[in-house]
């Protein structure tokens, strides 16, 4: 059986309890799930909120190309990734990645290879708002984020 | 050439002034490079949006692409700064 495979770009939150349900219930095969959250931090109190732009279309495409591709190369039961857009303040979650299989190796990798490709591949950038009211800067990509992503073709 | 829908996202929406416009580039702008160099002669925002035409990332048709990749056929194309995604 294909393993079920869940992309969402929404503005509302996502709820990870009932996202780890909708991998396990009714079912007695999962063995491991991992999840990982992203959430939007405070900068050390400088920071009001994150505007997160997306484009539309291609940001759900690419990411379920990497969720397939994970798919692909271990044996998953299922693979979700929620990100979401629009205003997010700290504290509040920003992307979601859950990867369930019969065991931990495959639930653990698949869900950090899925989050460095998403990172690199999937359309969305960050601007800061900050506390003294100001808009600030955009967010720079990191190198260290395509180093990560890198390692897997390597591995 | 047929017209081109052309999508910005980002600092590089910001900086030309708009999400995107519909045009229709010369023929001898055959890829992602010369569209960025012909679109960078049209104003002083789009100079300034490519002035660092490196780091632009491009998308034909919602898909990733390099600089060197035809344009021919493309229906949508799309102009962003990296990704800050997760």
Request: net charge negative; charged share 30%.
């Amino acid at each position: 059986m294909s393993p079920l495979i869940k992309v969402a770009i929404q503005r509302e939150d996502f709820d990870v309890a009932r996202e780890i349900e909708r991998l396990t219930q009714g079912r007695g095969d999962v063995g491991a799930v991992v999840t990982f959250t992203g959430l939007c931090r405070d900068e050390a109190g400088t920071l009001e909120a994150l505007e997160l732009e997306h484009y539309p279309g291609m940001a759900e495409d690419e990411i379920e190309r990497v969720a397939k591709q994970a798919a692909a190369r271990w044996p998953l039961l299922g693979a979700t990734a929620i990100h979401r857009f629009g205003k997010v303040l700290p504290g509040e979650n920003i992307v979601l990645v859950i990867a369930t299989s019969p065991h931990r190796r495959a639930a653990f990798e698949a869900a950090e290879f899925i989050m460095d490709y998403l990172k690199t591949r999937a359309p969305f950038w960050k601007k800061e708002h900050c506390r003294d009211g100001s808009v600030g800067d955009w967010v720079e990509a990191k190198d260290a984020d395509d180093s990560a992503a890198e390692r897997w073709e390597q591995a | 050439m047929s017209a081109l829908k052309l999508s910005y996202f980002a600092w590089v929406r910001e900086r030309i002034g708009r999400p995107g416009e519909i045009l229709t580039p010369p023929s001898e702008v055959t890829n992602i490079g010369e569209l960025i160099a012909w679109l960078s002669g049209r104003g002083e925002e789009y100079a300034y949006a490519f002035e660092n035409a490196n780091v632009i990332r491009a998308a034909i048709d919602r898909q990733h692409v390099k600089h060197d990749a035809p344009i021919s056929g493309a229906r949508e194309i799309a102009f962003f700064p990296p990704m800050t995604g997760g």
